[in-house]
């Protein structure tokens, strides 16, 4: 017996009933993105898998344990993107974007981790990001925090979000903060899990986002990275904090707040709930002026965020939000009304593009079509059968009031139901 076909594990249909939702979603964030000036980029899905490497970090959980890598024909080694920045930075030094300009860019699609699945945390996700380049000051970051929390209100999710943001200073204040916590992390090592002694000597900061309760009281007790930051940089922090207080924007300093990836500097911030349990981090973003240098470009300023979209869709699960609906599903009978309703219904296409209509195709009975007319939740089933050709006439039932089906001429069908959507 062959093996029942499915989908891989972490990897999920996205069905017809859930599409308005993402579709309201990804209408919402394309006119938030367009108010503030953003443009679309487009990347590919598979990258070198030296690219990862260098940007995101080797010893990072995503380059060590997570990521989709295999060696194509040629005996390259490429990988799904597990991120959208380093690809939109590729693409951007590829293309000569970055030189002597500015760039506010956005994107979305989807990407691809080997985690284990969770509510929330899928292998292949879907994210849209956005990045700017070539503006250094707390001012861009403002931006970015309050584009986010602009699409928080669009959507009605700002009572469910609260910011948390942090700095890690420069690159040098960082690598002093590091060896700082590893020297008071290693007179603590027997209270250290099997991830944090992994994490000891490559990337102690992310032991300061552990979730091990065990380990909470040492965290506390860590050395705090906003003491090893120089004026200028606490400077930038502080004008963030004033920025957002001046647009109303409330939020709190996390001072374990690192994010998972290598290329952060300055300001890093998260969009959390306590909706979704373990996976509650709907945004994320921050400084990285140190990327494009380390691919290779010349040093540029850029700062970014990227949201995870099935993370917005359980939050909007059980949101009110209405799908689109067809106006109204075209009913015939007779081979001249088959006819006539496939001209009737393009024009009908033509003159109100903005509504839906659904054309019954193939032989049915009156009583099946006006069951499915039913069944795709039409405001009206519009009927044509043999009377109604040879009159110019078509039949109007409503679907969704107590009425009497209507008959008027088929060159006012237009106005009826512009006047009555």
């Keep these: 017996m062959s093996k029942k076909l499915q989908a891989i594990r972490g990897m999920h249909d996205i069905l017809p009933t859930k599409t308005p939702l993402w579709q309201m979603i990804e209408k919402a964030m394309f006119e938030v993105c367009q108010q503030y ?5 487009r990347m590919p899905i598979v990258e070198s898998s030296d690219l990862f490497c260098r940007s995101i970090g080797e010893v990072t959980d995503i380059v060590e344990k997570e990521m989709y890598t295999f060696d194509d024909r040629n005996g390259d080694s490429l990988s799904l993107r597990p991120e959208g920045t380093a690809g939109c930075v590729r693409a951007g030094l590829e293309h000569g974007l970055f030189y002597n300009q500015t760039q506010r860019l956005w994107y979305q699609g989807p990407m691809f981790r080997h985690e284990r699945p969770q509510k929330g945390r899928y292998r292949q996700f879907h994210q849209m990001g956005v990045e700017c380049f070539g503006i250094s000051g ?17 959507l009605g999710l700002a009572d469910q979000l609260s910011l948390e943001i942090n700095s890690l200073g420069t690159n040098q204040e960082r690598l002093a903060y590091k060896a700082l ?24 900061l992310r032991i300061l986002d552990s979730k091990n309760p065990a380990m909470q009281s040492l965290i506390e007790q860590a050395p705090k990275l906003m003491d090893s930051l120089g004026e200028e940089s606490t400077l930038h922090f502080q004008t963030l904090r004033q920025l957002l207080d001046d647009a109303g924007v409330t939020c709190v300093h996390n001072p374990r707040l690192v ?3 290598d290329y952060y500097s300055h300001t890093v911030f998260e969009w959390v709930t306590s909706s979704l349990g373990a996976q509650g981090t709907v945004c994320a973003g921050g400084r990285f002026d140190g990327l494009i240098e380390q691919l290779g470009g010349k040093a540029t300023p850029a700062v970014g965020f990227a949201m995870g979209m099935e993370r917005l869709v359980l939050l909007l699960d059980d949101a009110p939000w209405v799908a689109v609906k067809p106006l109204a599903y075209i009913i015939h009978q007779g081979e ?14 033509d003159e109100l593009p903005t509504h839906s209509f659904i054309l019954h195709c193939g032989d049915a009975s ?8 039913d069944k795709v939740d039409a405001t009206f089933a519009l009927v044509l059968g043999e009377s109604e050709v040879e009159n110019q006439h078509v039949g109007i039932k409503f679907l969704r009031e107590r009425k009497e089906q209507e008959q008027i001429p ?6 009826f139901l512009t006047n009555n959507s």
């Design 366 to 373: 009156l009583k099946s079509q006006f069951k499915k007319a």
């Design 138 to 154: 707390a001012e861009i970051e403002a931006e970015l925090i309050l584009m986010t929390y602009r699409l928080w209100k669009k």
């Design 37 to 41: 000036g953003y443009a679309e980029i």
């Design 410 to 415: 088929q060159d006012e069908l237009i106005n």
């Design 336 to 349: 001249a009304a088959k006819n006539q309703a496939m001209r009737l219904v393009e024009r009908l296409r």
């Design 181 to 204: 916590l590893t020297q008071f992390l290693e007179q603590h090592k027997e209270q250290l899990d099997e991830d944090s002694l992994r994490r000891l000597h490559s990337n102690p």
């Design 259 to 261: 994010r998972g990836l």
